[in-house]
């Protein structure tokens, strides 16, 4: 198979062992990846309605040539698909076109559809194999990584999933250089935080825009932490940095405000709350919103009530006997977890969200 000779491939060795491979014009040679993989087989292609027209005719058409048959599924574009009436549609399309066990789905997208598609995955007939090409920056180096996929209830986000890693993942920067500059935020938005939590010297080439070396790295880290802890019970809630606040702050906004930006705002509540609170002595909070600032994130917070945002958090998956594992920053390029009480989370967010 004749991939790009500067191709890269990082293998995840969790509960499964599945390669990452990063390489331009990938997208086109899908089938050849594909039958490393997978025997021929059925297909299931699921996108969204956007993506749909970008780019699943090269994935399908490299499908049939690679032997493959492929079918697809197409869902409105956006956060409000991904919930429980958007799930059951794609599991009734899969039962009617009988998908079994032995054929695959094939994730073609952002977060969203990665997330769904996973969902779908781990719980069709119990259990069927996927694969994921991811279309966005926030895709490639966080959503696409380490088997986590969710859909979000009315009460909070992402609180119906499951942990079901992928057979596979294909990253071809050529899908990214021309992302609207919306969409890259969010994808910035976590690599800004795979920098806070671990590595400080991400920070001037994030800043400087360099896409292969951030997401290379970021896929580094993610990895490590999964392989540490696959199903987030200790380390790799690390990665959920700025997300407790973050969340609540999406949902606050029926969504309006995007992932990466609610992540970006939760960064900086959380940190400067933990040192208000003398959870920790230094306050990263100020570096992170000039940064963020600069890159053309939205920072302000002021228009967020901390008692609505609070309540929401009470939903947070890290609660567990009334305490919450918490991300705390010691200083930028390291953070670790502390459980706090629910009284201590509330204190944490009002003074993070206070000017």
Partial sequence: MCYDCNMKRYTVTTTSKYDILIASGLLRQTGSALREVFAPCRVCLITDSKVNGLYSQVVMSSLIESGFQPSKIVFPAGEHSKNLTTYANILEALAEECLTRSDVILALGGGVTIDLAGFVAGTYMRGIRY??????????????????????????????????????????????????????????????????????????RIARGDLEYMIERCISIKKSLVEADERANNLRQLLNFGHTVGHSIEKLSSYSVTHGQAVAKGMIAESRGAYRTGLTNTDISGELADLLESLGFDTRLSSFDAEEVYHLALMDKKIAGGKINMIIPEFLGKCTLHKLSLSELESLITAGLRD
């Fill in 131 to 204: 694969a994921v090409i991811p279309t966005s920056l926030q895709a490639a180096l966080d959503t696409s990584i380490g088997g986590k996929a969710a859909v979000n209830l009315r009460s909070g986000k992402n609180l119906a999933g499951v942990f079901w890693q992928p057979s596979l993942v294909l990253c071809d920067p050529d899908l990214l250089s021309t992302l609207p500059a919306a969409n890259r935020l969010d994808g910035i938005a976590e690599a800004v935080k795979c920098a806070a939590i671990s590595d400080a010297g991400l920070l001037p």
